[in-house]
T-cell receptor
Framework: QKEVEQNSGPLSVPEGAIASLNCTYS??????FFWYRQYSGKSPELIMF????GDKEDGRFTAQLNKASQYVSLLIRDSQPSDSATYLC????????????FGTGTQLKVEL | DGGITQSPKYLFRKEGQNVTLSCEQN?????MYWYRQDPGQGLRLIYY???????QKGDIAEGYSVSREKKESFPLTVTSAQKNPTAFYLC???????????FGPGTRLTVT
């Protein structure tokens, strides 16, 4: 069973700080990686996706991928209370026709 | 407005009854997916469809059935054979294989 591991948290950061969320995956053949934000009681919302090693930036968000270490991270700069949510990491399944394996999520709390 | 709609938002059923959850998208996406989410667990794939009139079982298909007669629609039936049907059900779509998935608002099903 291919797995995606995340620390469940909660991860608490002060407002304005950088939040760093981490994820490891076991399927060495995974080629696509996604970060979703999920507010309590709501559905997941796509934040970032990354396919190549290195960094990808979009506004306050940066996704980082290291395929050699099988590690994906999401950095949130200038964290705001509205960023408080659960962040889900997902990895594409090798040969799975766009099947994704999801982690259980990391709860982020941004404190005033 | 383009998007994915799921109805109803909340659904209550008695044990032993079949129930059908609706999922419609007007994004012109080829692929559609059904997941369930339980507290403390990652999203688990029930069924997915990459083209009209074709679908594949996901990781937890037992007790569920689907159809894909139109590109826009991918209804999920939760049958009485599903042992633990109470969950948050999420429909997603993507433009095609290996592309990012977007989620609908979800249906929260409670079976008593």
């Amino acid at each position: 069973q291919k797995e995606v591991e995340q620390n469940s948290g909660p991860l608490s950061v002060p407002e304005g700080a950088i939040a760093s969320l981490n994820c490891t995956y076991s399927d060495r053949g995974s080629q696509s990686f996604f970060w979703y934000r999920q507010y309590s009681g709501k559905s997941p919302e796509l934040i970032m996706f990354i396919y190549s090693n290195g960094d990808k930036e979009d506004g306050r968000f940066t996704a980082q991928l290291n395929k050699a270490s099988q590690y994906v991270s999401l950095l949130i700069r200038d964290s705001q209370p509205s960023d408080s949510a659960t962040y889900l990491c997902a990895a594409g399944v090798t040969g799975g026709g766009n099947k994704l394996t999801f982690g259980t999520g990391t709860q982020l709390k941004v404190e005033l | 407005d383009g998007g994915i709609t799921q109805s109803p938002k909340y659904l209550f059923r008695k044990e032993g009854q079949n129930v059908t959850l609706s999922c419609e998208q007007n994004l012109n996406h080829d692929a559609m997916y059904w997941y369930r989410q339980d507290p403390g667990q990652g999203l688990r794939l029930i069924y997915y469809s990459q083209i009209v009139n074709d679908f594949q079982k996901g990781d937890i298909a037992e007790g569920y059935s689907v159809s894909r007669e139109k590109k826009e629609s991918f209804p999920l039936t939760v049958t009485s054979a599903q042992k633990n049907p109470t969950a948050f059900y999420l429909c997603a779509s993507s433009i095609g294989t290996y592309y990012e998935q977007y989620f609908g608002p979800g249906t929260r099903l409670t079976v008593t």
